[in-house]
């Protein structure tokens, strides 16, 4: 089993940066597949970007592509999202999720963090 701990969100104007991690649990981190979910206000979870135990990574979408990098640790069992360029349709709570597949949809994913909370203001 894998606990999974988000932390780094926070309060940014438009145009800056924030880079949440999630520490996992467990001797098995390197095992997992880990990706980023994110979910605003009366919206559902949506996907944001995946690494895989490889490294390779992918992304919900191009704009988050251009503006985020998803990096893993795992020596440290760390996984960090380096957000940049932030708008304010951005701002929701960020899940950390592992899975030992590769299919990205939230009904998909093993475990689950409790989320960080990213508010970018205009």
């Known amino acids: 089993q894998v606990q999974l701990v988000e932390s780094g969100g926070g309060l940014v104007q438009a145009g800056g940066s924030l880079r949440p991690s999630c520490a996992a649990s467990?001797?098995?981190?390197?095992?997992?597949?880990m990706g980023w979910f994110r979910q605003a206000p009366g919206k559902e979870r949506e996907f944001v970007t995946a690494?895989?135990?490889?490294?390779?990574?992918?992304y919900g979408s191009d704009s988050m592509k251009g503006r985020f990098t998803i990096s893993r640790d795992n020596a440290k069992n760390t996984v960090s999202l380096q957000m940049n360029s932030l708008k304010p349709e951005d701002t929701a709570v960020y899940y950390c999720a592992a899975t030992y597949g590769t299919i990205w949809r939230p009904s998909s994913m093993d475990y689950w963090g409790k989320g960080t909370l990213v508010t970018v203001s205009s």
């Open positions: 467990g001797r098995t981190f390197s095992s997992y597949n």
């Open positions: 690494i895989r135990r490889s490294g390779g990574s992918t």
